[in-house]
């Protein structure tokens, strides 16, 4: 049974969209009262998707676009940095932007850009068949870096380079799909995709993943996805990935195939009540939580945030039962943790509304 009485609930704000929200990540900000988002949205009434900058007032109740962009196809992906963002589509292209903070749009005053949304264009694009075939399930910036890593529905693995250049790390030939992509360091990445398989790859070996974790502890699930992955800077043998049934579990390299399961339907050991029971569609390290539990083992799993196809958006702690920071009606289809201010939680709610969560 997942946790609801906390010490101080967070204070809530939800801004009601007139189109349906894919994915929301936060962009850098010069400051906390001056914070800013990314957003693809996708107009179910006229089927055409785009990708929306938007600034958030001091109250967090009320949001302006920026600066907006008309992708080729649906986004299906998305992915900031503090320079740069990427956005892939189901038509299996990607195109990176700058960030307004890069481009110095968002200086002390916003008032010069007007009552209007300008145009933004990106930097980079790959598109084409010989980059993806379908959809890309993920892409995933190098820390402080420009690369970027693409996996998708084709079993393609690429790497593209600022100046819009790509070359190929591996190809499935459509035997294998990808889902969600993650780095660990400047030369190694993990991807994940069907059977909660988990690949860890390294470009100093190329041909194949150096190490592979298939899945079969999960007796009668093995056909789910992995939707999303994280690894935390300070613990890159340890990747946290989130799935289908409500799965959510830790791959350490030091002990391959003994996954540590912090929930699951299928599993009876690790709660007395799987936290969610559908998909899983993020899973990202919790660095406010972890900051309040600064004597952590480092033997254990580090606090981590979830959403879910159920509404939940919660707090795992291994050996802990969950703590549930929002139930929905709907799906939370996407969530991003501010990096600068860890205790500001954006989400994108399946019935056209973004939540803004801030934690006392």
């Known amino acids: 049974m997942a946790r609801t009485n906390l010490t101080e609930p967070p204070k809530i704000h939800r801004i009601p969209q007139p189109k349906f929200i894919d994915a929301i990540r936060w962009l850098p900000s010069p400051s906390p009262f001056r914070k800013s988002f990314i957003t693809s949205f996708f107009d179910s009434d ?100 420009s690369e970027c890593v693409s996996v998708g529905e084709d079993g393609r693995v690429n790497l593209v380079v600022e100046k819009g250049g790509f070359r190929r790390v591996f190809d499935g030939n459509g035997l294998v799909s990808y889902s969600a992509v993650k780095w660990a360091s400047p030369s190694e990445f993990v991807t994940g995709g069907c059977g909660f398989g988990l690949q860890w790859w390294d470009l100093r070996q190329p041909g194949a993943a150096v190490a592979q974790f298939k899945g079969s502890w999960d007796h009668g699930t093995t056909s789910g996805i992995i939707h999303s992955i994280d690894i935390h800077p300070s613990r890159k043998h340890t990747c946290l990935a989130g799935g289908s049934s409500g799965t959510v579990f830790a791959w350490d390299l030091r002990r391959q195939q003994e996954p540590i399961i912090l929930s699951s339907i299928g599993s009876s050991n690790t709660m007395t009540h799987p936290l969610s029971e559908s998909e899983v569609w993020e ?29 939940i958006l919660a707090v795992i702690e291994q050996g802990e039962e969950p703590t549930e920071l929002l139930a929905e009606p709907c799906a939370i289809n996407s969530f991003d943790i501010d990096r600068q201010n860890p205790s500001d939680v954006i989400c994108s709610l399946e019935w056209e509304s973004i939540v803004i969560l801030s934690r006392p």
């Open 46 to 145: 006229f089927h055409t998707p785009s990708l929306e900058i938007h600034s958030l007032d001091p109250s967090k109740t009320l949001t302006t676009p920026l600066f907006s962009w008309t992708p080729p196809s649906r986004i299906s992906s998305l992915k900031s940095t503090p320079s740069l963002f990427a956005a892939s589509t189901f038509l299996g292209s990607l195109h990176i932007f700058k960030t307004p903070e890069e481009m110095s749009v968002l200086g002390n005053d916003m008032s010069g850009l007007g009552s209007e949304t300008s145009i933004m264009e990106p930097v980079v694009s790959v598109v084409g068949r010989e980059f993806h075939v379908g959809s890309i399930g993920g892409v995933d910036f190098m820390e402080g870096g």
């Open 283 to 311: 899973v990202q390290y919790d660095y406010y939580t972890k900051s309040l539990n600064s004597n952590i083992s480092s033997s254990r799993i580090l606090p981590a945030m979830i959403c879910s196809e159920d509404g």
